[in-house]
């Protein structure tokens, strides 16, 4: 089975991210609202995306005290969300109480799926050491996901060179999500562990996320089709 695209809509104003929508959403069912788009226009953006039968992932990494986390993901369920990101690091109460919240919701209906967030794309082995954990990136996420399935967790966020360790560390139903996705040739910005989308279907992703190589391509729609061509074709 290939996995399916989720578009990031960071985008700077609601315009911007409904003119992304406009031109891929014949090609794609699921998008990512994250901090600025969230913090900017998350109401209208959340409205418009539910109006129009799409899937929201709502990626803001809760990591708090349990209360508050639980307090975060019955708000997400009441707004329609379908993933939401807490943070793997918020550790065993925090990402236990996560689950009961989201077992309460789904009570009243809610199709909501939590997601941890293992390691950030972003991080590297030394960024680890400097906040004082001695491990490997590729470790770390295989233990965060262990600790996420074990409390009842839906899936994990970690990139695409840790995604064979995971899934090995949990089960075919457990949920992976990679970021960090770049075409070939494409700018890697401030991502460190980047991975094309064929190399993300052949580890074992369930969704890849894709921004700004979409986004901000002259042809929004033309860089979709291309990525949910190449996956088609990494699956076979």
Known sequence: MKPELIVALDEPSL????????????????????????????????????????SLFLDLKLHDIPNTVAAGIRAAARIG??????????????????????????????????????????????????????RSAEEVAGLRARLAARCR??????AVPE???????????FLIVCPGIRPVGGDVADQRRVATPAAAARAGANFI?????????ADPAAAAAAIVDELRAAAV
């Open 15 to 54: 315009d911007r991210a409904l003119e992304v929508v406009r031109r891929t959403r014949d090609l794609v069912a699921w998008y990512k609202v994250g901090y600025q788009a969230y913090y900017g226009y998350g109401d209208r953006i959340v409205s418009a995306l539910r109006d129009a039968g799409k």
């Open 81 to 134: 969300a379908n993933l939401v990101t807490v943070h793997a690091a918020g550790g065993a109460a925090m990402l236990s109480a996560a689950a009961v919240a989201r077992d309460e919701m789904a009570a009243s209906g809610a199709g909501l799926r939590l997601l941890a967030v293992t390691v950030l794309t972003s991080t590297t082995d030394a960024d680890l050491r400097d906040t004082g954990v001695d």
């Open 153 to 158: 967790i839906d899936g994990v966020v970690c």
């Open 163 to 173: 995604a064979a360790s995971v899934r090995a560390a949990t089960s075919n139903e």
């Open 209 to 217: 996320v894709v921004g700004r190589p979409i986004t901000q391509s």
